[in-house]
């Protein structure tokens, strides 16, 4: 069965350290994979995709992620957290070969940012 | 560009009523828009595919006579969420997929409708 997997629940950073947010994921074929962030009461906003070539992709707000097929995971990642980056973290995956069908998501990580 | 909004944002209403929820593409054609429903601190479950002029496709234990779906142009989405019950509280979220553009798989999401049913 499709199912992603976020280990972590809840995180705390300090403002400046670097972040990593975990992501696995179950799926029979060559992911789509995404990442996407929620600040609080707003909707999801995509921070990267993954779909193929390069296994390190970088995103929007310094952002980076990288796949790794035989781990079967796609790792988030900041050099240096802002306070602004505190929110809910979403990682999903979609199917492959242009199928538009639902997207799996984690159940989320929640980031607070100390000061 | 890929701008999805939701109107409103948020609706509070008595019990028995039902509330229209409205998802548009403000500056792409989306030939599918997704409805999902998020529980507090929870993650997005999908409730139906909704295809421009045609029926809606929910997703197992989704009621379609309680959540009905139109998508009646390329650029809006409803959901009417019929005789609405206190369970029902929750926070809706639509998103948009591009048509033509990026591959197939990117979905826009809008900023979501909080539900209050008293």
């Known amino acids: 069965a499709q199912s992603v997997t976020q280990p972590d629940i809840h995180i705390t950073v300090s403002e400046g350290a670097s972040l990593e947010l975990r992501c696995n994921y179950s799926?029979?074929?060559?992911?789509?994979l995404f990442w996407y962030v929620q600040s609080p009461g707003q909707g999801l906003q995509l921070l990267l995709k993954y779909f193929s070539g390069d296994t390190l992709v970088q995103g929007i707000k310094g952002f980076e992620a990288e796949f790794k097929r035989s781990q079967s995971s796609f790792n988030l990642r900041k050099p240096s957290v802002h306070w602004s980056d505190a929110a809910e973290y979403f990682c999903?995956?979609?199917?492959?070969?242009?199928?538009?069908?639902?997207?799996?998501f984690g159940a989320g990580t929640r980031l607070a940012v100390h000061p | 560009g890929a701008v999805v909004s939701q109107h409103p944002s948020r609706v509070i209403c008595k019990s028995g009523t039902s509330v229209k929820i409205e998802c548009r593409s403000l500056?792409?054609?989306?030939?599918?828009m997704f409805w999902y429903r998020q529980f507090p601190k929870k993650s997005l479950m999908l409730m139906a595919t909704?295809?421009?002029?045609?029926?809606?496709?929910?997703e197992q234990g989704v009621e379609k006579d309680k959540f009905l779906i139109n998508h009646a142009s390329l650029t809006l989405s409803t959901l009417t969420v019929t005789s609405a019950h206190p369970e029902d509280s929750s926070f809706y979220i639509c998103?948009?997929?591009?048509?033509?553009?990026?591959?197939?798989?990117?979905?826009?999401f809008g900023p979501g409708t909080r539900l209050t049913v008293l």
């Open positions: 999903a995956v979609g199917p492959f070969s242009g199928g538009y069908n639902k997207l799996i």
């Open positions: 799926y029979g074929a060559t992911p789509y």
């Open positions: 909704s295809n421009e002029g045609s029926k809606a496709t929910y």
């Open positions: 500056d792409f054609q989306a030939t599918t």
């Open positions: 998103s948009a997929r591009v048509k033509k553009r990026e591959g197939w798989n990117t979905q826009y």
